[in-house]
C-alpha cells in the first residue's frame, strides 16, 4: 500500500484521551444550594399615611420583594399646589416625616429606593392633599380675681390681723398654642404676680419635658414647657408666698381641644387647693 501507515482503533483511542482530560477539567460544577441574587421590586406603590396638617407625622407604606432583602432609602419633597416637581426636603430621610409651618400650602410625595447589590429600583408616591395649618383653640380667658372679702366685726378672741390676706396683686397664669390630634403645642406659658412671691410648676403624665420647676419670682415664662405636650399631661401651677393666700392653677392637655383650665387658692402654702369663694 506505499508508505502509508493505518491505525488501528485502539490507537485512536488513545489519542483522544488527552483532549476529553482537557474538557472535563474546565468543566465548574455548581453546589445544589447555589441561586442567582433576586433583583428588588416593588409589590405596591409607596403611599403616605396621615392628615397633612402641621404637627402630624406623616408615613411612607410600600411593600417589595428581593433577595437578598433589600435595603431601602426615603426622600421627603415638597411639591407646589400646581406642579409636580418635588424639591427634596433637606434631613428628611426617614420612613416618617412630621409636618411643620415651612409646610403650609404645599403637598408632601416621597420617594423610595431599594438595593440589594443588584440593579437599584425607585418608585415615588403620589403627593398628598395640601398641608394646612394647625388649628389655634381660642385664647383661654384669664381669672378674674375674687372680690376682697366684706369686713367682719370680730366677736372672738381671735383678732382679725390672724387671717392671711390675698396675695396683691394676685396671680395671673396665661397660657397660648395651638393644639393637635395627639396634644398641644404651647407657645406662651407665664405668669405675672406679686414681688417676693414663689412660682412652683409640676409636671404629671408621660412625656413631661421636666418634673417639677421652681422660681423665686412671679413674673416669669415658664420656657420649659413652651414646646409640645401629649395629651394626658397635667401642669400645676403655683404662686405661693409666706402669710398670704396663694392661687393654684392647673391645665390639662387634651386631643383636638383647648386645655381644660382649673383656678384654685392656697390658704396657705403646702395645703389642698380650694375655691377662691371658700374663707
Keep these: 500500500m506505499g508508505g502509508r501507515i ?23 460544577w455548581l ?10 421590586a416593588f409589590i405596591s406603590r409607596p403611599t403616605i399615611q396621615g392628615d397633612p396638617v402641621v404637627g402630624t407625622a ?35 430621610t426617614s420612613p416618617q416625616y412630621v409636618l411643620r409651618a415651612a409646610d403650609v400650602g404645599y403637598r ?15 418608585r415615588t408616591s403620589a403627593a398628598t392633599a395640601v ?44 397660657i397660648r398654642g395651638f393644639f393637635a390630634r395627639t396634644g398641644a403645642r404651647i407657645t406662651l406659658l407665664s405668669v405675672r404676680g406679686p414681688q417676693k412671691a414663689t412660682v412652683s410648676a409640676r409636671c404629671v403624665g408621660r412625656g413631661c419635658p421636666v418634673k417639677e420647676l421652681t422660681l423665686p419670682t412671679a413674673n416669669v415664662r415658664l420656657h ?3 414646646r409640645f405636650l401629649r395629651a394626658g399631661i397635667q401642669l400645676q401651677i403655683r404662686v405661693t408666698r409666706p402669710g398670704r393666700i396663694g ?18 387658692c392656697l390658704p396657705s402654702r403646702g395645703t389642698k387647693p380650694v375655691p377662691c369663694s371658700t374663707p
Design 58 to 92: 406623616l408615613t411612607a407604606v410600600a411593600t417589595w420583594t428581593g433577595d437578598p432583602t433589600p435595603t431601602a432609602t426615603y426622600r421627603w419633597g415638597r411639591c407646589p399646589a400646581t406642579s409636580n416637581i418635588c424639591p427634596e426636603i433637606a434631613g428628611a
Design 247 to 264: 392661687s393654684y392653677t392647673s391645665f390639662l392637655i387634651r386631643s383636638r381641644k383647648a386645655p381644660l383650665r382649673t383656678d384654685r
Design 131 to 174: 398641608v394646612r395649618p394647625a388649628t389655634v383653640p381660642p385664647a383661654v380667658p384669664e381669672p378674674t380675681p375674687p372680690p376682697p372679702a366684706a369686713p367682719v366685726t370680730v366677736t372672738t378672741t381671735h383678732s382679725a390681723a390672724s387671717r392671711p390676706a390675698m396675695l396683691r396683686p394676685f396671680p395671673v397664669v396665661r
Design 108 to 122: 408632601l410625595a416621597v420617594e423610595i429606593t431599594l438595593d440589594n447589590d443588584t440593579e437599584p429600583v425607585t
Design 31 to 40: 453546589p445544589a444550594s447555589a441561586r442567582a441574587d433576586e433583583e428588588p
Design 224 to 226: 420649659r414647657f413652651e
Design 6 to 28: 493505518l491505525l488501528g482503533m485502539s490507537a485512536r483511542r488513545r489519542l483522544h484521551v488527552p483532549v476529553l482530560l482537557a474538557v472535563l477539567s474546565a468543566v465548574v
